[in-house]
């Protein structure tokens, strides 16, 4: 499949439900952004050293119990082309959200303008990764954040299907509201499907005027079977 045919993919996503939803409650859920076989084929990649820059195993960092790998460039085709196409549609959000939250960095158009940003201040290295969990795994709660270039938004493809490849193991999301205590979401998310959410933080209305959210997400311990994802995080890393 070529670079167009993934974008056509991605427009055809319900894009003024997405926005709602992230101005809302910053995170959306897209169905079925890659077919099963996709997904299959990915997870295949997990065993492919040659693909990856670094494999991190989680319990000795503290971050969890399981393992990931960031992708080295080039990317391999789907996790570039989807990263290009989805980039153009949440730069707009995350500038109306800087400018909502009185943050004066703004983002470029295209993803490319953007690495180049990334790669001038020495954040060089990709950052969308395969992550790999087995019964009892889990992933703490966390923000992607790789240096001091940071895209505000980011996306996550659950490559397994719950129930038959794994029990547990859900996608959690917390927001942490000033003064008040945490509140958690469970991501409705099959095989396939993206979620789109915020890094670090997000504005939220409130009776006098907008105020900041900070959010965090990771996933519930497996009771069960097999997880993988694809996460692709805008922003390279130093
Ligand atoms: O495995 C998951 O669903 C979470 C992955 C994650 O932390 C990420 O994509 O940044
Ligand atoms: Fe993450």
Not at 64 to 91: D, S
């Amino acid at each position: 499949m070529q670079q167009p045919e993934w974008q056509e993919r991605v427009a055809s996503q319900d894009w003024p439900r997405i926005a709602h939803e992230l101005d809302e409650q910053g995170w959306s859920c897209l169905p079925a952004l890659l077919k099963p076989a996709e997904c299959e084929a990915l997870t295949a990649l997990y065993d492919e050293p040659a693909r990856f820059r670094s494999r991190v195993v989680m319990a000795r960092h503290g971050y969890g119990q399981g393992e990931y790998q960031y992708f080295r460039y080039p990317l391999p085709l789907p996790v570039e082309a989807l990263r290009l196409a989805l980039y153009p549609r949440l730069a707009p959000l995350a500038n109306r959200w800087n400018q909502t939250m009185g943050l004066p960095t703004r983002y470029p158009e295209a993803l490319p303008e953007f690495l180049e940003r990334c790669h001038q201040a020495g954040q060089q290295r990709p950052t969308p990764l395969l992550l790999r969990y087995r019964a009892g795994d889990y992933n703490c709660l966390h923000q992607d954040l790789y240096g001091e270039q940071v895209f505000p938004l980011q996306v996550a493809v659950l490559l397994s299907q719950p129930q038959r490849d794994f029990e547990g193991g859900e996608f959690v999301i917390t927001e942490q509201r000033p003064r008040r205590q945490s509140r958690v979401e469970v991501l409705p998310l099959a095989q396939g499907d993206a979620a789109i959410f915020a890094v670090h933080h997000r504005p939220a209305s409130g009776s006098r005027g907008s105020y900041r959210v900070n959010l965090r997400h990771g996933v519930s311990r497996l009771r069960s079977g097999h997880r993988h994802t694809l996460g692709i995080i805008f922003h390279d890393a130093s």
